[in-house]
């Protein structure tokens, strides 16, 4: 069974930064990665998404303050979070699209991010 484990969050202060860990193992057939968020009574939304060959994208709301990449000798991606404010208060969660044939979603047990103002 693939297992997908974030670590990094964690109580910041606005203006601070956090780097959030996805280390995933039991696969090596990693498609894309990406990190999703969910504040409270929301939806979860992507923040942050990398493919195979590298190519990043990321929500308006983080672009110039978030920083994707994944390491595919460690099957690990990271967030880079600088410039925090309030608004990025959340659960974070791993998504990595995996398998040789088609890509199966797996999904981590997310780990809390709070910005305090």
């Known amino acids: 069974q693939v297992q997908v484990v974030e670590s990094g969050g964690g109580l910041v202060q606005a203006g601070g930064s956090l780097r959030l860990s996805c280390a995933v193992s039991?696969?090596?057939?990693?498609?894309?990665m990406g990190w999703y968020r969910q504040a409270p009574g929301k939806q979860r939304e992507l923040v942050a998404a990398?493919?195979?060959?590298?190519?990043?994208d990321y929500a308006d709301s983080v672009k110039g303050r978030f920083t994707i990449s994944r390491d595919n000798a460690k099957n690990s991606a990271y967030l880079q979070m600088n410039s925090l404010n309030p608004e990025d208060t959340g659960v974070y969660y791993c998504?990595?699209?995996?398998?040789?044939?088609?890509?199966?979603?797996?999904w981590g047990q997310g780990t809390q991010v709070t910005v305090s103002s």
């Open positions: 039991r696969t090596t057939f990693i498609n894309a």
């Open positions: 998504n990595i699209k995996a398998g040789l044939v088609r890509s199966i979603d797996y």
């Open positions: 990398i493919s195979s060959d590298g190519s990043t």
